[in-house]
Each structure stands twice: as C-alpha cells, then as structure tokens.
C-alpha cells in the first residue's frame, strides 16, 4: 500500500477531487497554504493499493494544469521602501507536488 500525498493549487482542487471520485478513489483534504506565493493550496491524502498508484498519478496530471500568472513582488524585508518599485513578473502556478511514500501499516476503526 502507499500514501499519494499532492498539494494543488486551490483552482484545480474541485475538478481533481471529483475526477478522484468518479474512479472510485477516496481522498482526504487539507487546506494548505504555498509558501512562495503565499496562496490557498489543497493537499490530497490518497490511500492506494501498489498496483493503481499510476492510475491515481494520471488522474492527478490529467487534472491538474500549470499556468502563468502574473503577480507583484513582496517589498524587500529590512531596507528601505523609498525607491523600491514593485514591477509584476509573471510566474508559472498550479500543476501538482506529489509524493508518494510507503505505508508500513494501515487500520481503520
């Protein structure tokens, strides 16, 4: 058995978790929050049996997409705001983290 654990972007959050449902998967999800960008991510914890984990991976890929997004930089910490302008740079967003890690032991009560 293994623990898919993904971290998405909040906007593809709802597509991946019916997407996880319609195959019969269940997910747990936990609010997370992206240290980069600071913005609303989900993390999915996905309990598989050995054999489906490539199936769990494409369902996540097929749902979860990379885009650009622009975005204004955070001042810089310490120095002066006086001739600091803030230009918008565009950053690529969204796709998936995933980890998927071995479980040693699972029950459920």
Avoid: W
Wanted: with cysteine; proline share 5%; charged share 20%.
């Amino acid at each position: 058995m293994k623990l898919v654990i993904s971290v998405v972007q909040d906007k593809d959050s709802n597509r991946l978790s019916g997407a996880l449902i319609k195959e019969g998967f269940r997910a747990t999800k936990l609010a997370s929050t992206g240290g980069f960008l600071r913005a609303g991510n989900t993390t999915f914890m996905i309990g598989v049996e050995d054999e489906r984990v490539s199936e769990v991976m494409q369902i996540i890929q097929n749902n979860c997409k990379v885009r650009e997004q622009m975005v204004t930089p955070v001042s810089p910490m310490g120095g002066t705001t006086d001739s600091y302008i803030p230009f918008p740079v565009e950053v690529q967003v969204g796709g998936a983290a995933v980890f998927v890690v071995p479980v040693e032991k699972f029950e459920h009560y």
